[in-house]
Every structure is written in structure tokens, then in C-alpha cells.
């Protein structure tokens, strides 16, 4: 049995390969650069470096429908945003394998954070109150009639890229306007989203036409960016709210494959506010395995054309840490100027503190990533640990749609 997963460069890639080899499967992993850590598992039987997802998205596609031509696998199976960008080719890839995937037009209406008011309002679920300026001028209008704390969002983004949490309504307006810069985004202008102080909560979904069949709730114990991000150290928790609304919106979608969300917790409410959709696996599916619910299996019967019962619950209470990544949590807030000795100690204090946990990577039987990962991890250390660090990690594993929109359909056509 043959499988292709694509891209490898994440730990919930590396989880999900080594999960397949145990099942049986025989992996060949695609991703845009040599410095994929995963790609070194032995879980993997062949590695093939495609063109840049987000520099080249028309190359990488063209370098996976090459391989189903030349190869014959089982299925496809693409890990974190690429699947946004092969969803678009699924017709041509099924000729091929099989392939599980929503239409690219819902995935990227349901990704888009200026979308989610309309659907999250449809489908009954909470959000935060959000502002869509349509002009520039409009934007400062709006953040200078504001006497609270705001979240500035592009309206696509991984891992709070280009976000930004701003407590002092006075520098919105500057903020705002910084960001746009930065990002290029005057073609497609940031929310304006209500901050929420609270516990990041976090979930991710394998439904069925738009039915849950199993799901993972967590909170994050701490996250990278410090504001809100990625989590680094992560435990399962009971959240009957947070079950409510994805089932809410997994049958307002009726969506069949993997989705997650992210809801910030109001600390003074314990009210839930949707904050985030992506439709994909999230790396909470690690977590979900050591806690009870293997959606990685389940999600293989789906492929093979196996009906899903509801997968059994989780067990609350179950910790996983990503290690280096942890890591950077502590390095971030040892050198964070606005915070003072005591805090920092106190972080210190914290992050040594052992706890009952399991590791994302760790594995004492396959090595290879862990070394690759750290080479590369000393070798860029001052640039991680700059502001746009979690971009640079990922660079060649985030999917950009305008990068993606150009050229669209000469590409499409050298590929039906």
C-alpha cells in the first residue's frame, strides 16, 4: 500500500507519516524545500522536492500530478494548506487516486476572516464585533472612534501572521496603516476585530456530510507568538460550547473532511468567540491521538469507502508540547523589553516546571527529523526569533491565493 502526502514540514506532518507507516502504508512525501525535516523519517520511502507552494503554487501542483501519473498510490493526501491549492485539481487527481476534498471555492470562502461574520451568524455561532473597512480612509475613521482594545487581521493568514493585538485604542490608526505596508494588503484590507482577553480554545473536526464523527477540544497552555498563534503546549479540555458550535458549522457547511477552529474564551464570561477557520487538519490531531480519538485512521477509512462510526471521546486532561517551539515561547518572552525581570523569572519558573506530557517530535526511533530540524533551528535562530519568525519556519508551506491567481489558467490547462 502507497500513500503521498504533501507537505511535509510541520510536526503534524511528521505525526501523520509515522502514522501511516504504522497502518501499513508506504510514504512518499512532497514538499518545496531540503530543509523538510519530516522528509527525513524513516517512515518515508521516497522524498521528492517540488517547486516553492507559496512562490510557485502552479509548479507545485504540477510536480504532484506528475508523480500520480508516473506512480501509483492509494491515495493523496495533502497536510495543511496545500490542500487548499490541490483542492482546485481534485477532478484531475481522482482520475489518478483517490482524494477527500471540499470545492476550492468553499474552502477559501470558509478560510476568509472577513466571511466568517455572514456564516458565523447563519449558523448561530458567537464571534467577536468586526469592522470590514472598504477603504483606507475608512479604516482610520473607524479606529479613531474606538476606546478599547482591538485585533488588526488580514483577512487570510496562518499562524497570526500579520496580526496584530493592539490595547492602546490611541495607536490603531498607525498600526493599522503599518501593517498594510508591510503585507501589501491595500487590494484586501485587515478586520478590525473586538479583542477578547481570555484562553485561546481549539478544536479540530473529521465530519461527514456535515456530521461530526470525531473531534479534539483543547486549550492552548501556551502559544507562539506570545499574543496568540500557534500552540506550543496544549491539553485536552471539556468545552460543550465549543462541540455546539462546530457542529453548527460543520452542518451549515455540510462538510466532509477534516476542519478546525480556534475561540477565544472571555475570561470574565466564559462565553466562547469564534476567531478562526481553517479547513484542514490542525496539529491538535497529534494530541487527539495520545487522548483517544485517532482521526488519522479514520480519516484512511474514509478514503477506502468505509462508513465512520462516531469515533469514541476523548480523555481530558492529556498534555502534548511541542518542544522547540516551546523553546522559542521562553526565548520570546526572556527578551520581550516590556516585561520585567520578575515576569521573566516567572516565566522561567513556569516553562522548567515538569509535567505529565507527550512530545510532538520525539521519537526515539526515528531520529533523523529531530537532528534536521535543530541544524536548521540554530542556523536561523536570530530570524526565528524576530517578528516574523513563524513566517520564515513556514515560508514554503503557506498557500497564497493571489501568488496563485496569476497565470491560473495557462497552468490549469498543461494540467487536465
Excluded at 336 to 355: A, H, M, P
Amino acid at each position: 500500500m502507497k500513500a503521498l502526502v504533501t507537505t511535509a514540514s510541520t510536526p503534524t506532518s511528521l505525526f501523520l507519516v509515522r502514522r501511516l507507516k504504522q497502518m501499513g502504508y508506504k510514504v512518499t512525501t512532497v514538499d518545496s524545500h531540503t530543509r523538510s525535516f519530516v522528509s527525513y523519517s524513516n517512515a518515508v520511502s521516497k522524498r521528492i522536492i517540488a517547486p516553492s507552494l507559496r512562490y510557485d503554487p502552479h509548479g507545485f501542483a504540477e510536480a504532484i500530478i506528475d508523480e500520480l501519473r508516473q506512480e501509483q498510490y492509494d491515495f493523496y493526501l495533502p497536510v495543511l494548506e496545500c490542500g487548499y491549492l490541490m483542492s482546485y485539481y481534485q477532478d484531475t487527481i481522482k482520475q489518478y487516486t483517490k482524494m477527500i476534498s471540499m470545492p476550492y471555492h468553499h474552502i477559501t470562502h470558509v478560510h476568509n476572516k472577513n466571511a466568517m461574520r455572514d456564516y458565523a451568524k447563519r449558523a448561530q455561532v458567537r464571534t467577536p464585533h468586526t469592522l470590514a473597512p472598504d477603504t483606507l480612509k475608512d479604516a482610520f475613521r473607524m479606529l479613531e472612534t474606538l476606546d478599547s482594545a482591538v485585533v488588526i487581521k488580514p483577512q487570510v493568514a496562518c499562524n497570526a501572521h500579520g496580526q496584530k493585538i493592539v490595547l492602546d485604542p490611541k495607536e490603531a490608526v498607525w498600526e493599522y496603516g503599518r501593517i498594510v505596508k508591510q503585507y501589501g494588503l491595500e487590494a484586501q484590507l485587515p478586520i478590525i476585530q473586538q479583542y477578547i482577553k481570555g484562553t485561546l480554545i481549539s478544536s479540530v473536526n473529521l465530519a461527514v456530510n456535515g456530521e461530526v464523527k470525531g473531534n479534539v477540544v483543547f486549550r492552548a497552555l501556551r502559544t507562539v507568538p506570545t499574543s496568540g498563534g500557534t500552540s506550543s503546549y496544549r491539553e485536552t479540555v471539556a468545552s460543550p460550547e465549543a462541540e455546539l458550535f462546530d457542529a453548527r458549522l460543520i452542518k451549515h457547511f455540510n462538510w466532509t473532511g477534516f476542519i478546525s477552529f480556534d475561540y477565544m474564551e472571555d475570561e470574565s464570561t466564559g462565553n466562547l468567540y469564534l476567531i478562526d477557520c481553517n479547513p484542514r487538519i490542525a496539529p491538535g490531531a497529534t494530541l487527539g491521538y495520545f487522548a483517544g480519538v485517532d482521526l488519522v485512521e479514520a480519516f484512511v477509512d474514509l478514503l477506502n469507502g468505509k462508513d465512520i462510526a462516531i469515533l469514541p471521546k476523548q480523555q481530558n486532561g492529556v498534555r502534548c508540547k511541542l518542544k522547540f517551539l516551546d523553546l522559542g515561547w521562553l526565548l520570546y518572552n526572556l527578551i520581550d523589553k516590556g516585561l520585567s525581570g520578575k515576569q521573566k523569572r516567572q516565566c522561567f519558573k513556569t516553562w522548567i516546571k515538569r509535567e505529565k506530557s507527550y512530545n510532538d517530535i520525539e521519537d526515539i526511533h526515528d531520529m533523523r527529523p529531530w537532528f534536521a530540524l535543530y541544524a536548521f533551528l540554530l542556523g536561523n535562530i536570530g530570524k526565528l526569533l524576530g517578528s516574523d519568525g513563524g513566517e520564515i519556519f513556514l515560508e514554503h508551506s503557506l498557500y497564497d491565493e493571489d501568488t496563485f491567481g496569476k497565470g491560473l489558467p495557462e497552468s490549469a490547462a498543461t494540467m487536465l
